[in-house]
């Protein structure tokens, strides 16, 4: 089970940290991501940690913005977004890939690799 958490209303420039909530699997096995889906727009990928070795994987558009992180003592992966932007505003869904192909999935942030999508946590970034 995933749940996301953490967002809401954020002027441009500012941060916030959205937070995923994960339960009844381990980790270490998985790939998590992050997805956003701004209003009449398509799902996109945001980005990904791959929980055996911890690397991650970003979008173009939020490279050396938003940073991807597990918890140490919880089940939990955060998504720190400084430097918001209006283009910024969306859904933000949080999803897992794998045991399988975890590492492929989360590498190339293909969206056809995640299950488990749990419910959206909303940030805007508007002044």
């Known amino acids: 089970q995933l749940q996301a958490s953490g967002g809401g209303l954020v002027q441009p420039g500012g941060s916030l940290r959205v937070s995923c909530a994960t339960s009844?699997?381990?980790?270490?096995?998985?790939?998590i991501g992050w997805f956003r889906q701004a209003p009449g727009k398509g799902r996109e990928a945001v980005s990904c940690?791959?929980?055996?070795?911890?690397?991650?994987y970003y979008t173009d558009s939020v490279k050396g913005r938003f940073t991807i992180s597990k918890g140490n003592a919880d089940n939990t992966v955060y998504m720190q977004m400084n430097s918001l932007k209006p283009e910024d505003t969306a859904v933000y869904f949080c999803a897992i890939a794998g045991p399988l192909l975890a590492n492929y999935y989360c590498s190339s942030l293909m969206s056809v690799g995640f299950t488990s999508w749990g419910q959206g946590t909303l940030v805007t970034v508007s002044s």
């Open positions: 009844g699997f381990p980790l270490d096995r998985y790939g």
């Open positions: 940690i791959d929980g055996s070795n911890g690397r991650t």
